[in-house]
C-alpha cells in the first residue's frame, strides 16, 4: 500500500488545491530542518511533506495518486485471500499447549464469518484495458443450497447451534503464557466455522451447506485498466459457511502488449519513423493515438531518438488523462541504386560538419570523437 499522502499532509481527501498549498505551507514552518537541525525525525518527516505536496498539488499526479490509492492492490501480485480456508486438520496440535477457546458471551458471538473471495485474473487487450470494455466473464463459486437453505441440514432443520462457538462459528483464541498472551479470532474448532452441529445432513449438497455452480457476468471496465489494477464486485463470491454475507469477487487484470503502444500509467509511448530529409529540413508525420492519427510537426534538425509529448492524447480515464510520447528515429533507406549512393557520398562530403566525418575514422581517439571520456564517471 502507498503512503497515504492525504494523512501525511493532514488534510481531506477532497481538500482544494488552495487548503492543500496553505496546509503545505503550515508544515513547512513547523517542520523545517533548518529549525530543527541534528532532528533525524524532523527530516524524515519534512522529506515526506514534500513528497506528499509534490503529488497533491499537482492535479494530474493527484489523480492518478486517487487512482492508485482506491486500488490499494495494484502491483502487489495480489494476496486476496481473504476468509477461512476450510482445513483444520492440523489445528490441535500447534496450539494445543497453550491455547484455550471462549466462545459466545462477547459481541462476536452474533458475528457471522463473511465468505472467501473469487479472485480472477482476466485478460485484456490492449486497446480494451486503455478504452474500457465490457466483458462476459464466467467462473465457478460456491453458492447456497437452495434444498437446505444454506444450513447444510436436512429439511434445513436437522441441527443443533454449536455450544463451542454458541453459533457464531468463530472463537477467541487466548494463546501465550503467563507473561505474553495475545487473544485472536479463529475458526471455530468443533464445528468448523459452520456455528451447527447437524444430525443429519442434507443429501443434496452432502452436508456442504452449498454448492459449486458456474456464475456468468457482465462487467464494465473503466478505460485505464492496468496491469494488477482490479475492481470488486460485492457480494459475488462464495457463499458464507454459516449463513453469513457471501465473499465478494475480485477481477484482476492482465493486459497483453500492443505492435505499436507501451504504456505506463495512463502515458502511452510510440515510435514513430521518419525520414532523413523529415530530420533535416522539419515536417509534418502521422502519429497513432487510441483512436484516430495525430499530426506532429517535425523541427529542422531534429536528432534521432528525440522524444516530443503531446500533452493529453494518451489514456483518457475516468481518474485522469495521460500523454503521448513520441520518440522519433531516422529510418534508413536499404537498399540504394548505385547513383543514389553517389549523392549521398557527395551530399556528405559537401557537409562541413566535423563530427560526421569523424564518426567514420576508426583511429581517432574516442574521447574527442563523442566528446566525453567513457571510461570516467564524470
Ligand atoms: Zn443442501
Ligand atoms: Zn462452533
Known amino acids: 500500500m502507498a503512503k497515504n499522502y492525504y494523512e501525511i499532509l493532514g488534510v481531506e481527501k477532497t481538500a482544494t488545491q488552495d487548503e492543500i498549498k496553505a496546509q503545505y505551507r503550515k508544515l513547512v514552518k513547523q517542520y523545517h530542518p533548518d529549525l530543527h537541525p541534528n532532528d533525524e525525525a524532523v527530516a524524515a518527516k519534512f522529506k515526506e511533506i514534500n513528497e506528499a505536496n509534490e503529488v497533491l498539488s499537482d492535479p494530474d499526479k493527484r489523480k492518478k495518486y486517487d487512482f492508485e490509492l482506491e486500488n490499494p492492490f495494484a502491483g502487489s501480485g495480489g494476496n486476496y485471500s481473504g476468509g477461512f480456508s476450510g482445513d483444520f486438520s492440523g489445528f490441535s496440535d500447534i496450539f494445543d499447549i497453550f491455547s484455550q477457546f471462549t466462545g459466545g458471551g462477547s459481541s462476536r458471538s452474533t458475528t457471522k464469518a463473511k465468505g472467501t473471495n473469487v479472485v480472477l485474473t482476466v485478460s485484456l487487450s490492449f486497446l480494451d484495458a486503455a478504452k474500457g470494455c465490457k466483458k462476459e466473464i464466467s467462473y465457478k463459486r460456491n453458492e447456497p443450497c437452495q434444498t437446505c437453505k444454506g444450513?447444510?441440514?436436512?429439511?434445513?432443520?436437522?441441527?443443533?447451534?454449536?455450544?463451542?462457538?454458541?453459533?457464531?462459528?468463530?472463537?477467541?483464541?487466548?494463546?501465550?503464557?503467563?507473561?505474553?498472551?495475545?487473544?485472536?479470532?479463529?475458526?471455530?474448532?468443533?464445528?468448523?466455522?459452520?456455528?451447527?452441529?447437524?444430525?443429519?445432513?442434507?443429501?443434496?449438497?452432502?452436508?456442504?451447506?452449498?454448492?459449486?455452480?458456474?456464475?456468468?457476468?457482465?462487467?464494465?471496465?473503466?478505460?485505464?485498466?492496468?496491469?494488477?489494477?482490479?475492481?470488486?464486485?460485492?457480494?459475488?463470491?462464495?457463499?458464507?459457511?454459516?449463513?453469513?454475507?457471501?465473499g465478494d469477487l475480485i477481477v484482476e487484470f492482465k493486459?497483453?502488449?500492443?505492435?505499436?503502444?507501451?504504456?505506463?500509467?495512463?502515458?502511452?509511448?510510440?515510435?514513430?519513423?521518419?525520414?532523413?530529409?523529415?530530420?533535416?529540413?522539419?515536417?509534418?508525420?502521422?502519429?497513432?493515438?487510441?483512436?484516430?492519427?495525430?499530426?506532429?510537426?517535425?523541427?529542422?534538425?531534429?536528432?534521432?531518438?528525440?522524444?516530443?509529448?503531446?500533452?493529453?492524447?494518451?489514456?483518457?480515464?475516468?481518474?485522469?488523462?495521460?500523454?503521448?510520447?513520441?520518440?522519433?528515429?531516422?529510418?534508413?533507406?536499404?537498399?540504394?541504386?548505385?547513383?543514389?549512393?553517389?549523392?549521398?557520398?557527395?551530399?556528405?562530403?559537401?557537409?562541413?560538419?566535423?563530427?560526421?566525418?569523424?564518426?567514420?575514422?576508426?583511429?581517432?581517439?574516442?574521447?574527442?570523437?563523442?566528446?566525453?571520456?567513457?571510461?570516467?564517471?564524470?
Open 151 to 246: 444450513t447444510g441440514a436436512k429439511d434445513g432443520t436437522k441441527y443443533t447451534i454449536c455450544d463451542t462457538c454458541k453459533g457464531s462459528g468463530q472463537v477467541q483464541q487466548v494463546m501465550g503464557n503467563s507473561i505474553f498472551r495475545s487473544v485472536k479470532t479463529v475458526v471455530c474448532p468443533k464445528c468448523g466455522g459452520k456455528g451447527k452441529i447437524i444430525t443429519e445432513k442434507c443429501t443434496d449438497c452432502t452436508g456442504k451447506g452449498y454448492k459449486q455452480t458456474t456464475t456468468t457476468l457482465s462487467i464494465d471496465i473503466p478505460a485505464g485498466a492496468d496491469n494488477g489494477s482490479y475492481i470488486t464486485k460485492r457480494g459475488y463470491g462464495n457463499a458464507s459457511v454459516n449463513g453469513g454475507e457471501p
Open 255 to 378: 493486459v497483453l502488449p500492443h505492435k505499436l503502444f507501451e504504456r505506463k500509467g495512463f502515458d502511452l509511448f510510440v515510435l514513430a519513423p521518419i525520414s532523413y530529409k523529415t530530420a533535416c529540413l522539419g515536417g509534418k508525420i502521422q502519429v497513432p493515438t487510441l483512436d484516430k492519427p495525430y499530426i506532429l510537426t517535425i523541427p529542422d534538425g531534429t536528432q534521432s531518438g528525440k522524444e516530443f509529448v503531446v500533452r493529453n492524447k494518451g489514456i483518457n480515464s475516468k481518474y485522469g488523462i495521460g500523454d503521448l510520447h513520441v520518440k522519433v528515429f531516422i529510418e534508413v533507406p536499404t537498399k540504394l541504386t548505385r547513383p543514389q549512393k553517389a549523392k549521398i557520398i557527395e551530399f556528405e562530403n559537401d557537409l562541413d560538419i566535423k563530427q560526421l566525418n569523424k564518426m567514420g575514422e576508426y583511429k581517432v581517439n574516442v574521447q574527442s570523437l563523442y566528446g566525453v571520456n567513457p571510461y570516467e564517471d564524470k
